[in-house]
C-alpha cells in the first residue's frame, strides 16, 4: 500500500468518525496510523482539492488519479443524458469494496464513493438486524429494502435512504439509514 493509498482511506475515515467512531478507531489502528496522521491526511487532501487547479471544472477528478494512481478500473455509465465514466480503485481497509468516482465527459466530478467490488459476494440484507454498520452500500440497501426514497445528506459525501423493513420476527419499521462515501453508518427507526 503507497502512502498516498494509506492517506486516502484516512480521509474517508475521519468523514466516518462522526458515526462510528470506535470502527474508525480500529480501522486506524489496522492501518498503522495515529490520529494525528488522520488530520494531516486530511488537511492534506482538503488543500488538493482545493487548490486553484483542481476548482477548474475540467480538472475536478484530478486530485484523485494524483493521489489513488491510474483507476483499476474504468467503466462507461450513463447518468439520465449524460455518457460518463466511472473510476474504481481498490483500498486495502475495503477489500471487498471499491472507491468510484463518476467522472462526467467535462471532467467534473458527479459523485464518489465506496460500491462493492465486481465479483464480490453481496451482503444479504433480509432484516432490520441485517443493516449493521459498515455491512452494505447505498445501492445495495436501496435494492433490497426497495422502494427506497433518497435522503439528502447533511454533507457532500453523506446520503440517507428511507425505507420499510421488517424486525426477525416480521414487524415492519420505519426507517432512516445513513450513509457515508456510500457506506452504511447507521440506521434509526422514524417515529
Given at each position: 500500500m503507497t502512502l498516498m493509498h494509506l492517506d486516502f482511506q484516512l480521509v474517508l475515515l475521519r468523514r466516518m468518525a462522526d458515526h462510528n467512531p470506535g470502527l474508525v478507531e480500529d480501522a486506524r489502528r489496522e492501518l498503522g496510523a495515529s490520529t494525528g496522521d488522520l488530520r494531516?491526511?486530511?488537511?492534506?487532501?482538503?488543500?488538493?482539492v482545493r487548490s486553484p487547479r483542481s476548482r477548474s471544472r475540467s480538472a475536478a477528478a484530478l486530485p484523485h488519479r494524483a493521489v489513488l494512481g491510474e483507476p483499476e478500473s474504468v467503466v462507461p455509465r450513463r447518468l439520465g443524458d449524460v455518457d460518463c465514466e466511472a473510476w474504481r480503485w481498490a483500498l486495502p481497509l475495503w477489500p471487498d469494496l471499491r472507491f468510484e468516482v463518476l467522472v462526467c465527459p467535462d471532467g467534473t466530478v458527479w459523485n464518489e464513493w465506496?460500491?462493492?467490488?465486481?465479483?464480490?459476494p453481496a451482503p444479504r440484507l433480509e432484516t432490520l438486524e441485517d443493516l449493521t454498520p459498515w455491512s452494505c452500500t447505498v445501492d445495495e440497501a436501496a435494492r433490497a429494502f426497495a422502494p427506497a426514497r433518497p435522503l439528502e445528506g447533511t454533507a457532500p459525501t453523506r446520503w440517507g435512504l428511507a425505507f420499510t423493513a421488517p424486525d426477525r420476527e416480521g414487524v415492519r419499521h420505519e426507517v432512516v439509514a445513513e450513509f457515508t462515501w456510500g457506506l452504511l453508518q447507521r440506521t434509526a427507526l422514524r417515529s
Open positions: 494531516e491526511a486530511n488537511k492534506r487532501w482538503q488543500a488538493l465506496l460500491v462493492r467490488a465486481p465479483g464480490a
